[in-house]
């Protein structure tokens, strides 16, 4: 296949651009890595619904190919889909606010072997779209610098954490145990000082401004006056969190369970003694509790991106340690990792004020109702992407978690959960004037 250059392709992810080719590989490779975690759920696990707020197993193996010929192939392209039934029944998820509400497409869903015949279908109907199709021609708002296309890779690639979300829900007997997808591990720790680190006043740059591809909510760029203010230099660990517990008789942690009198973690394929040093996995609204129990609160979105991508010298980086991609050494994310790993086991990973851990091993809360930036328009690739959770009932969250692709990772990126969603690998660290 002949790579064609179009400098109107353009990716944070790939800096000197994006050929036809890199784009075929990026889809190919998330399509793969779908398909190894979904070795994960035994074969009699798939229309099983481990959390009630979210759809079966089943959706999501559906939900991924018909989003993609959705968004690409119709919407983009104007052409034809595949199957009409399937890209209706398998074209949106869910996020109700209670147990109650939710309410899945079908009580009968298709069979499995159908599933997976539909999206062998709409992969080589997306690949010949990648090499041939009008996919950058600018002639429909979908197709300037290929946002569809970009759209529905980078779709697949968080729908990857929602399968996480989901088996590590699942009983253990009624999943496979996989090793890790990417080769990777931390650095040896040092000795780990956990204090506050003062950040001066300053600007800080949230938002992108626009000629890379990036989610609505990600744009227009904007920059923010931040106060003086410190941050703990390391997330909030399962041990700090016990001490709360263990003081003001709070319910655990979902990921904690006690066995026998001791805590345990409920990792991913295994329980085991909860590991006191890794970062806790809470929702926002326990993160804030502990935060005022310890007198200080929940850095702001801002605030985060100070801490993370400003420098005494003024500039800001591109990420907490400078430009470089992400890769190994600088956090744990990108499946090399099931479940969190301890505190300051990344130090090539830290920030300019030598703030750790901003990148990886959990997504953090902030303070930040989730809303768009001032000048937001829905992205024609997917008009309710963020719109529908501009509610006031949703906190931005930044950074990433174990399962969080490397090429989602930039400065811009942001995630977002309703305040008491406990099944999300997010963390937290302190912040206070």
């Known amino acids: 296949m002949q790579a064609v250059y179009n400098p109107r392709m353009r990716h944070a992810a790939f800096p000197d651009g994006v050929t036809r080719d890199r784009l075929i590989d990026w889809y190919r490779g998330g399509g793969k890595i779908t398909r190894q975690l979904f070795t994960i759920p035994a074969a009699d696990a798939y229309f099983d619904r481990p959390i009630r707020l979210r759809n079966p197993i089943v959706f999501y193996e559906g939900h991924i190919p018909a989003f993609a010929v959705n968004t690409l192939i119709k919407l983009a392209l104007k052409r034809g889909g595949i199957d009409g039934a399937f890209e209706t029944l398998f074209a949106r998820g869910i996020d109700p606010e209670s147990e109650e509400a939710a309410k899945t497409p079908t009580d009968f869903w298709p069979a499995r072997e159908d599933i997976q015949a539909y999206g062998r279908d709409a992969d080589d109907l997306i690949v010949r779209a990648m090499c041939d199709g009008p996919i950058d021609d600018g002639l429909e708002p979908q197709r300037r610098n290929a946002e569809a296309a970009f759209t529905i890779i980078e779709h697949e690639q968080m729908h990857q954490e929602t399968l996480l979300y989901l088996f590590h829900e699942l009983p253990y007997e009624r999943k496979n145990p996989i090793a890790p997808i990417r080769a990777g591990g931390s650095l040896p720790r040092g000795n780990v000082i956990k204090d506050m680190v003062r950040i001066p006043a300053g600007e800080a740059t949230l938002g992108a401004p626009g000629a890379d591809f990036g989610w609505d909510n990600e744009l227009p760029e904007m920059r ?64 804030d509790a502990y935060a005022a129990w310890r007198g200080k609160r929940l850095p702001s979105e801002s605030e985060y991106h100070r801490a993370a991508f400003g420098s005494p010298a003024g500039e800001e980086r591109r990420f907490p340690w400078g430009d470089a991609f992400p890769d190994q050494r600088r956090g744990n994310f990108g499946f090399t990792h099931w479940d969190p790993v301890p505190i300051g086991s990344y130090p090539a990973g830290a920030s300019a004020w030598g703030v750790e851990d901003l990148i990886g091993n959990g997504w953090e809360w902030t303070s930040t109702v989730f809303d768009g930036f001032p000048g937001f328009v829905p992205m024609s690739s997917y008009p309710l992407y963020s719109a529908d959770f501009f509610d006031g009932k949703h906190y931005v969250m930044k950074g990433a978690s174990p399962a969080t692709a490397p090429e989602l990772i930039r400065r811009s990126f942001r995630n977002w959960f309703r305040p008491g969603y406990p099944y999300v690998y997010a963390t937290f660290r302190c912040a206070k004037d």
Do not use: K
Request: proline letters at 6%.
């Open 224 to 287: 923010i006056d931040v106060d003086a203010f410190s941050i703990d230099r390391h997330d909030v660990t399962n041990g700090d969190y016990l001490e709360f517990i263990t003081a003001t008789n709070r319910t655990p942690p979902h990921f904690w369970a006690e066995c026998n009198g001791a805590w345990q973690w409920r990792g991913m394929f295994a329980l085991a003694s909860l590991p006191l040093d890794a970062p806790v996995y809470v929702t926002h609204d326990e993160a």
